[in-house]
Nanobody, 127 residues
Framework: HVQLVESGGGLVQTGGSLRLSCAAS????????MGWFRQAPGKEREFVAA????????YYTDSVKGRFTISRDNAKNTVYLQMNSLKPEDTAIYYC????????????????????WGQGTQVTVSS
């Protein structure tokens, strides 16, 4: 069983930055591909970014490319989402997710392959 706890959300002005963290329990975190998703009010949850367990591969949704960076520190069982140049449309609850299935070192999961989820952290970008 994997527990994921997000932190780092908050209120920021347009153009500002935030860094989200997701701390994971379990000794096998280093073998999990990880992802970030978000859900805005009245909208479906959407994929934001993903990283392979080795950190060799990353993938982003088009709307955040060049602004967000996903990274991980396997020694700390933590995955990060650095968010720069934030826009009001980035306002959402952000969730981290883990894919606990075994994959190759550069595998990035499809959106429906994640089987553990955190509780989320609110990000609000004011205009």
């Amino acid at each position: 069983h994997v527990q994921l706890v997000e932190s780092g959300g908050g209120l920021v002005q347009t153009g500002g930055s935030l860094r989200l963290s997701c701390a994971a329990s379990g000794r096998t975190f280093r073998r999990y591909a990880m992802g970030w998703f978000r859900q805005a009010p009245g909208k479906e949850r959407e994929f934001v970014a993903a990283i392979s367990w080795s950190a060799v591969s990353t993938y982003y949704t088009d709307s955040v490319k060049g602004r967000f960076t996903i990274s991980r520190d396997n020694a700390k069982n933590t995955v990060y989402l650095q968010m720069n140049s934030l826009k009001p449309e980035d306002t959402a609850i952000y969730y981290c997710a883990a894919d606990s299935s075994y994959h190759g070192s550069n595998y990035v999961p499809a959106k429906n392959e994640y089987d553990y989820w955190g509780q989320g952290t609110q990000v609000t970008v004011s205009s």
